[in-house]
């Protein structure tokens, strides 16, 4: 699924947002943006646009059912309807948010009113890793601090819908993927159920979705009916090549820190967050 993907309201011009919808109509194309991933960026919108960053997507006509929206942290109340009204999915993405330290996306808030909502792992160098079952599972947890009901918590069946009809119903193929049934895309996956990680015996879709590193357990995993793994192994790509050249072109390395760069940037940073001016 191809798609037009502004980086967000706070780079991005009206213009570069309108093109996108003119382009994404002519070839109806996905739209994607990252939406109010910090408090900045909802200060921002309002200095830029005079109003809510969504109520500025709304009106320029970005948002409709093949837009997703990812983070999503700092919206308000009022702009929770819009995108629910839109149909367009909100993607969260618990572990980047939370490694940058950009705050906590009210979920079950966007649940409860109706908003399409969506798994995601953000990009590598915000996250440190790729793993969706890690995403899910600190996505699914993360909001039961901020509900003391547990009766509004996700269930297994929840975060299962949210990983998969909730992500291709953003792009438009949920009528295509993400169920198992005649005339579906074959695209499924099977776990192992004797591994450790699945042991002992308790509720199946609970134990993939939120128990520990059970993507050790995956035996077989079919994308439009071709199987790319088989019994753990990845048909497709010569893994030990790749290992190779990965140690090959990289070093064992502390976190660089930027002393320059971070020194630079650092009295803008404190006075765009609001650290230590109250």
């Known amino acids: ?16 947002y309108e093109g996108c919808v003119a382009i994404s109509n002519e070839y109806n194309l996905a739209r994607h943006t990252h939406l109010l991933e910090t408090k900045a960026q909802k200060e921002l919108s309002y200095e830029r646009f005079g109003k809510s960053a969504v109520e500025f997507l709304d009106e320029i006509g970005f948002l ?55 798994f995601g792992c953000d ?32 269930t297994p069946q929840q975060s299962l819908r949210m990983a998969t009809k909730g992500g291709f119903a953003g792009v438009g193929l949920s009528d295509h993927v ?27 879709l609970g134990m993939v979705l939120w128990g520990g590193r059970t993507s050790g357990a995956l035996e077989s995993v079919w994308v439009a009916g071709r199987q790319i793994v088989d019994h753990g192994k990845v048909l497709t790509v010569d893994m030990a090549q790749f290992k190779e050249k ?11 820190r930027l002393s320059t760069l971070r020194d630079e940037l650092e009295e803008d940073y404190r006075r765009v967050m609001q650290i230590g001016t109250q």
């Open 1 to 16: 699924q191809m798609g037009v993907g502004p980086t967000g309201v706070q780079l991005a011009s009206k213009e570069l």
């Open 246 to 256: 990965l140690l090959a072109k990289s070093t064992w390395k502390a976190q660089p």
């Open 64 to 118: 409709n059912e093949k837009t997703t929206l990812a983070h999503s942290i700092w919206l308000r109340d009022e702009d929770i309807p819009i995108v629910a009204k839109r149909n367009s999915t909100i993607v969260h993405n618990a572990l980047s948010n939370l490694r940058l330290g950009s705050g906590i996306a009210p979920v079950l808030k966007y649940v409860a009113g109706g908003v399409n909502v969506a």
């Open 178 to 204: 993400g169920d198992i049934a005649v005339g579906q895309h074959a695209d499924f996956v099977l776990y192992d159920l004797t591994n450790l990680c699945m042991l002992p015996k308790s509720d199946p």
């Open 123 to 154: 990009g590598a160098a915000s996250n440190d890793g790729q793993d969706l079952l890690e995403a899910v599972k600190i996505g699914s947890f993360l909001h039961n601090v901020t509900d003391s009901d547990y009766r509004n918590w996700l």
